[in-house]
């Protein structure tokens, strides 16, 4: 940006989130909050935050389950771990929520797994409904070494969230989708090839790619979708005394590093 | 932009031809590239920036004795623990730092611990008896309840070493401060506690001694504490998922579990997919 350019910035910065006029009113989007959007519930407000779009009945129900059915309260899962470690120390529960939700950021759980998995499927997507053929794409991602990401669980492994929410979907008869039934497609494909099994990541991806969600909206979406379960552990920690929770001796530390010697 | 953001601070000079582009910045009135950068040490500097004064060189010392005591608080630390968490996840560096200060922060071991601490201190020193009746409670505090006495140890039974060692050594540069009255009435401090004094309290005591105010010493013991959460995040990610301990044989639940139910059979759902488009 030039000097020029930033200046203009400087005197006038463009919203499309909204407008707080205080004391009078606060425009949200396109809406007024407390009058047009005053009946939606708080997760159909983020929604439309996300997307700018507003969503079917059934399309929250789904997008709800999504968040509902990853949120599990135990202190061991590393997010919410943090915050029960957090509350060990005794600090705000939002400083500890805060830290649990940073970790979320990562590469082995929540937002990068189904950024990644939502642009493979997207991409997928696009070159099948080009006339390419899926087994012929995929054999090209292996021969290349790359990772399908969302796929690499091993076969005897099941993650009891697959069957859950594809039954949530055929029950309210969204389990139509294009990525949806192409991740199976992926699936079947990568079992005969490589034993391997998609994780819920993937499901999860081509639930909110066929919801029209680009990298960006799956990377806001993602940011809450373990969060119901971290107040229970927070909660959890002050239930014991300060720094019980999962206390360590000193043995339990394997150390592998040079002996003790003088500086 | 008709407001200005006021700063005694930081001062920053203009480029000759573009406005946003700074030329020179001073800390304090001190050039920063100028000045600072060839003739200041990262603590002095450190201390310039905190407490808006050049520091003594004994202050600076201190300062410095400070942040090796603090800069890894060690692995079974609450804060490197959640630091540890994050990083064999291999979430970004910054939210690392998040997680550690999440749990660095806190009122046990933490930050705020320190902060709570120094003003325990800075009540006691000089009194005839000691009162470490905690802080009246406010109930507009997003702070949990204190639940044991700031600056000591609550599950100890007696100071472990290293924290009389850093006392000792911390004091050897003290004119008669907080660190010596600490040194010198530890014992008697512990007795009205009943606990003994933790290396918070210690570090309490050094920041007091420094002049550092409870806010400003509660920052840097945030910022000062996260080069040991850094460190062993990022061994933990090169160490990967599969070493970490998950604690899976000591998490038991304490309320009725209910019935476990099968999982939905798919497997004629999943036929129908695969073979959608053939």
Known sequence: ?263 | MTETLETAIWKETPSPDDPFQASHCYCHGYDVHEDLLPNASWFEVLFLLLAGKRPTPAEASLLERVAIISMNPGTRDLGVRAAMNAGVGRAPAGSVLVAAISAGAGQFGGAREVSLAMRLWSENRGAASFDLSCPAEDERSEWPRLEHVPGFDPHARSASAMVLTSIERLAEGSDGGFLVWLREHREALEAVAGAPVSMTGVLAAAYCELGFSAAIAEYASLILRLPGAAAHALEQRELGWRTFPFHSDVVRPQQPTPPQHDLPDITAAVKEYVGDTK
């Open chain 1, 1 to 263: 940006m030039t000097p020029s350019e930033l200046e203009q910035l400087r005197r006038c910065y463009p919203t499309r989130a909204g407008f707080a006029e205080l004391s009078e009113r606060s425009v949200f989007g396109e809406h007024d909050l407390h009058h047009t959007l005053k009946d939606l519930s708080w997760f159909e407000l983020n929604l439309y935050g996300i997307t700018g779009r507003r969503f079917s009945p059934v399309q929250v129900r789904v997008l709800n389950y999504v968040w509902l059915q990853t949120s599990y309260a135990d202190v061991r899962i590393w997010p919410n771990r943090i915050v029960a470690l957090a509350g060990s120390a005794r600090t705000t529960p939002l400083l500890a929520l805060v830290g649990g939700l940073a970790s979320c950021d990562a590469e082995l759980f929540v937002a990068t797994p189904l950024v990644r998995c939502l642009a493979t499927l997207r991409r997928l997507r696009e070159k099948v409904r080009a006339g390419d053929s899926l087994e012929t794409l995929l054999q090209a991602e292996l021969d290349q070494g790359r990772t399908v990401y969302g796929f690499g669980r091993p076969i005897a492994s099941v993650d009891e969230r697959v069957p859950h929410l594809v039954m949530f979907l055929r029950d309210l008869d969204a389990d139509r989708g294009e990525c949806f039934r192409l991740a199976f497609r992926i699936e079947a494909f990568l079992l005969e090839a490589k034993q391997i099994r998609m994780n819920i990541a993937a499901l999860l991806a081509a639930v909110c790619a066929d919801l029209g969600f680009d990298e960006v909206q799956m990377h806001l979406f993602s940011s809450l979708l373990v969060f119901a379960g971290m107040p229970p552990c927070y909660l959890d920690a002050k239930r014991v005394p300060p720094g019980g929770v999962l206390p360590l001796r000193c043995d339990d530390v394997r150390y592998t590093g040079v002996s003790p010697r003088k500086w």
